[in-house]
């Protein structure tokens, strides 16, 4: 087999299980279940990951999204080799480090210069290599002086840069990042994004997982969706993220609201010309709805990626009868690339009125826009939600 | 698992999870089967992370505190004078025949300070380091042998007061004292090997955690007060014991038993090694490291899936 170059992950067919059995460890329990185990009982268990495949080629960036529970973390866990996978190989080749955070990696009761030794040592780095990036690691992360105070009268935001700053300043060959950049201020976060370009451009392979998905789209090449133990998809990061979007909110409106005074009885989204939704052109939005008793208030409207964070709301604000009514908007200008989309509403009565019925935040309709593709931003920067906008240029 | 699209190599690709087997291959499944002379190679080569690791509990141990590692002078010091307020108030506790009993005591203190501290910090080394477990990946020995190591420290500064202490009673220390290596060499496979079980088996019982501190206090106590000088141990062994093979074999089983001995006859009455007591010692010592190594090895799979 040839030998690979140091940051290569490679993954093959790797399926983790964990215990699924109430077990209670308790001391008859266990003579129980030997007595169990010698008739051929075996504990039962859920598999938590399945046939995953993975070849990671030495700066490449890959991302790994789903909801909470699905196996990422547990995917880290097995590539930074610090678990087992039940079945099939896990390899990575050259130094893993994964972030830190305060008392996971991060010792509270030293200081940060002690830490910073300590895990570049862990990662099986030498003290004059350590020393030769140290001045880097204590800039990055604006702690200053505060470099010899313990930890753990740092504040929140010093630890978490502290910790991201010995990650991504120690360049192990590959680097795990799982859920943490939210976590610090915008303008850290940005600074974080592009020290992440910056050491994949010096060949680091990354790992990074994250609800954040614009993030994941601005810091990954590649991702894997996994939902439930399965891998779904695996491809380029924008197409995966983009699939991922749609099956949240298709989720999302398959789970019923439940009742509480209007329902949607129906709801259509269409273009012009009751066509398909074009970027730039106009859209109908077209609600039939039913209410228990007559209220006074708001409907929103808001277009989202599937996820419940719309890019923009509009809002029309009226006394709504009693029984069905049919409430029709028009976008004059639909202002979002191609892309798959899901329109969420509401309906809120104003705060000083007697809470009657309303309807709370829900996704209403998934529909399709076509017209040009999203421009791509520059690595490491991050596009909140992709807006058309008709641009026209000119080079003197 | 083929796709269902594959639009080229390295577009996406859209998995049908229907067509994922329920199981994986029965050939595929992992077996756990340590390769115990690699992990020694590799424990070898990341060698300074134990260093590392026993550095940052000893400083985290003494920081904020206002004596600092004044405690690490203090410590056995209090602990000796437990034992010879206890030692005047039992019948039947108190040995050391010529030596004055503090002396005795506190050289009875060393030798098991190290092997108690060890089992003591080593215990849960691995419960309590769960998030750096979960994140790095470097020999699961550093762990425990860090706290082996951390131990060995405090005995080292435990060795000041009693220089302090045969001062104080006008008690040089028997030329003899040179065996001290040997013994501490027969101690420390012992040590390792049950800081490498008893770590590992809490991982999964933790009832390790409740049993461990009560019953080690008690073992002090015997081994300490109720150690022997060589003639006494000669004396009462024979009560106990009343052939010598069994003798021996106490010695294979509670190596310490032997070390302990030989320990305070050499520093303080001027024995040699007594053989007969520590070649068993020897080898009871290393079949307990050969031992706990195995089941260290053995239950690591589950490390960071239980802890």
Known sequence: MPTLPSGTVLVEHAWKRFRADRTLPMFQDQIVLFGRWMK?????????????????????????????????????????????????????????????????????????????????????????????????????????????????????????????????????????????????????????????????????????????????EAVCDRAMWLADSYVRADGPARDVVSLYRQSVGEQAVMAAAQDTGVRVLKCEVTGPD??????????????????????????????????????????????????????????????????????????????????????????????????????????????????????????? | MEPLSDEQEGGLKVFDITLVPDDPPEASLYRHRPDMLASARELLRRWDVMFSLAERDIRAQYKQAVLGIGWALLTPLVGLAMLVILASHLKGFGGGGKVPFPVWTYAGLLAWGFFGGAIGGGTSSLVSNKSLMAKSHFPRECFPMSQVLESAFSSLIALVPFVILLGLYHYAPRPTTVWIPLYLLVELPFTLGLVFFVSSVIVTMRDLQQIVPIFMPLLMLISVLKGLSIEEHHRLVAQFITTAPLRELYCVVNPMAGVLANFRASILEGFGPQWELLIPAAIGSILYLVAGYAVFKRLEVNFADLT
């Open chain 1, 40 to 216: 051929g009982y075996r504990r039962p268990f859920r598999w938590v990951l399945r046939d995953v495949n993975l070849h990671v080629e030495p700066g490449k960036t890959y991302g790994l999204i789903g909801v909470n529970g699905s196996g990422k973390s547990t995917l880290l866990k097995m590539i930074c080799q610090t678990t087992f996978p039940s079945a099939g190989s896990v390899k990575a080749i050259g130094r893993v480090g994964a972030l830190l955070e305060v008392r996971s990696g991060i010792h509270p009761d030293l200081s940060g210069r002690q830490n910073i030794f300590l895990y570049g040592n862990i990662l099986g780095m030498s003290r004059a290599d350590v020393a030769a990036r140290f001045d880097d690691i204590v800039d990055f992360a604006e702690i200053g002086d505060a470099v010899d105070r313990q930890v753990k009268f740092y504040s929140t935001g010093m630890a978490i840069r502290l910790g991201f700053a010995i990650a991504a300043f120690l360049e192990p060959d590959v680097l795990l990042v799982d859920e943490v950049l939210a976590v610090g201020d915008a303008r850290f976060q940005q600074k974080c994004l592009e020290r992440i370009s910056q050491v994949v451009a010096n060949g680091t392979t990354l790992f990074y997982v994250s609800h954040d998905l614009p993030t994941v």
């Open chain 1, 274 to 396: 009751d066509g398909q939704v074009v970027s730039g052109g106009e859209v109908n939005v077209h609600i039939v709805a039913e209410s228990d008793e007559p209220m006074f208030g708001a409907f929103h409207l808001g277009i989202s990626q599937g996820t419940a964070m719309p890019v923009f709301v509009v809002r029309y604000a009226s006394s709504f009868p009693r029984g069905r009514y049919e409430l029709r908007c028009r976008l004059q200008n639909f202002p979002l690339p191609k892309g798959r989309y899901t329109l969420w509403g509401a309906m809120r009565a104003p705060r000083d009125a007697e809470v009657g019925a309303s309807l709370p935040w829900q996704p209403m309709a998934n529909f399709e826009a076509y017209g040009p593709v999203a421009i791509r931003a520059p690595r490491g920067v991050m596009v909140l939600s992709p807006v058309y906008v008709p641009t026209e240029w000119e080079l003197s």
